[in-house]
């Protein structure tokens, strides 16, 4: 394996200028599972594969803290929120998430998501065109404000679903996006602490069970409860990657539309066919493009130094397209994954190891729920795809079509 030593040159405008295919690019060139550069002037070393992913969710190796840049925390996760913590205090304060996010609950969460998606279609053929990424989104906003608890009065349904997809959107760019998010992120942390406060105050009550009712009465490792801010940062880490499954819905209205063949075999919700679908979407298409840590003490790996505190990054993309893992990996093909175990550190596009003691996504189940759920509907709907533009553009962070896929839906449908 060939090392890549760049010591002088830093990898920040590569990074911004090629987007996803910035890292897995630098690596193919290389060689290498391995590559040692700089990021924002500091050093960073980046690692590819199912060895690294389990070498870097190795506590002992990567922390979180003060690994997130501000502008990611300030748009993206929030400040003070579970993506940061290490150690106990990242378990405790996980054990909340995973609990919720986890467990037979969902199941309200995909039930109410279908009937808000079914009362939603009712309307689509009244209209000329509908652009799916803007209906999904209201639909899951929808679905989690009443799952969570939170109250949400339909009037107020668009402006929330814009506000929750502009904190994804925003995270990775600057201008304009960025601001947005970070107006959005503002505005929803402080909706979101008031109704902690009044829920605790007993002002405001809210279902047994719930996500409100959950984070407003979770206690930390040291025993107090979460402050009113960062409970608002924590409700929005479920409110809000939920409203994102809507950028897998519609990388699957791209897909059923460039391999139609799929689409009667999806509609017929096979389950194990169903289930492969959604694999298949997030394993495909650019969403998440790397995680990232720092080295807790000095490390090596790949046969490279790794030093005290460099950033580490896990390169997700990249695993996803490698032929070693998935072969032909740019062939759309759900059935890879029919009948296939998938191992801890092998499908990541949300992270790898186990979520219960890691910082993998908890949410994997509820995305995996609802895009198949959704996608089996979608696959349903007798609809078209009009002239438009379906270009995925690898160099915008998080991407999309262009178009947000715009359907026609079929008279009487
Ligand atoms: C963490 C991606 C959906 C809640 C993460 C991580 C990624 C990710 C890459 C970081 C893993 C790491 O740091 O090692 C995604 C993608 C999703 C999605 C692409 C698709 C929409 C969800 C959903 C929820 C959720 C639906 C909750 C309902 C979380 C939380 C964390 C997390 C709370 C922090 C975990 C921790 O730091 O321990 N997700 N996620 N995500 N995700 Fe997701
Ligand atoms: C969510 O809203 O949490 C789900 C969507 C997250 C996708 C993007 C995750 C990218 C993380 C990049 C962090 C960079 C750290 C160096």
Redo the contacts with the bound molecule.
């Keep these: 394996m060939a090392r890549v030593r760049n010591r002088h040159l830093d990898d920040t405008l590569r990074l911004v200028l090629q987007g996803y295919a910035w890292l897995p690019n630098r690596l193919r060139r290389a060689d290498s599972d391995v590559l040692t550069t700089r990021l924002g002037g500091q050093r960073a070393v980046a690692l590819h594969g199912p060895e690294a992913a389990r070498f870097f969710y190795d506590e002992w190796h990567i922390r979180r803290q003060d690994a997130i840049p501000g502008p990611v925390q300030s748009t993206l996760f929030g400040h003070g929120g ?2 940061s913590l290490d150690g106990e205090a ?1 378990r405790v304060r ?1 054990a909340l ?1 995973t609990r919720l ?1 986890m467990g037979g609950g969902i199941d309200g969460l995909v039930a109410r998501a279908e009937r808000a998606w079914d009362e939603a279609a009712r309307g689509w053929a009244d209209r000329p065109t509908v652009v799916l990424f803007d209906a999904t989104a209201e639909v899951l906003t929808r679905a989690v404000c009443d799952w969570t608890g939170v109250p949400l009065a339909e009037p107020e349904v668009p402006e929330v679903a814009t506000d929750l997809v502009a904190l994804v959107d925003g995270f990775a760019s600057a201008g304009p996006r960025h601001w947005r998010a970070r107006r959005a992120r503002a505005r929803r942390e402080a909706w979101l602490d008031d109704l902690v406060q009044r829920v605790r105050r007993g002002d405001a009550s809210v279902p047994a069970g719930s996500a409100v009712e959950a984070v407003a009465a979770h206690r930390d490792a040291d025993g107090g409860l979460l402050d009113p801010r960062t409970a608002a940062v924590e409700l929005l ?2 409110v809000r ?2 409203v ?2 809507t ?2 819905v519609t990388f699957a209205g791209h897909a059923l539309h460039r391999w139609p063949a799929h689409r009667r075999r999806l509609a017929a919700a096979d389950p194990a066919f169903a289930e492969a679908y959604a694999h298949e979407i997030r394993r495909f298409y650019p ?2 493009p790397f ?1 990232g840590g720092r080295a807790v003490t000095e490390l090596s790996w790949g046969g490279e130094r790794i030093p005290a505190g460099a950033i580490v990054l896990l390169d ?1 993309y990249g695993q996803n397209h490698d032929p070693r893992s998935w072969p032909d990996p740019y062939r759309f093909d759900p059935d890879r994954f029919v009948d296939r175990e998938i191992g801890e550190f092998e499908l990541v ?3 790898g190891g186990d979520p219960r003691t890691g ?5 994997e189940m ?2 995996v729920a609802l895009l198949r759920a959704l996608a089996v509907r979608l696959a349903r709907l007798d609809h078209r795809l009009p002239e438009q533009d379906l270009d995925i553009p690898l160099h915008r962070m998080p991407t999309r079509p262009a178009s947000g896929v715009i359907i026609e839906v079929a008279p009487g449908t």
Excluded: D, E, M, S
Aim: hydrophobic residues 45%.
């Design positions: 579970v993506h990242h996980k998430f996010l880490n479920i990657p939920t994102a499954v950028w897998f969403f998440a995680v997700l596009p949300q992270g910082h993998r996504c908890p949410g509820i995305t």
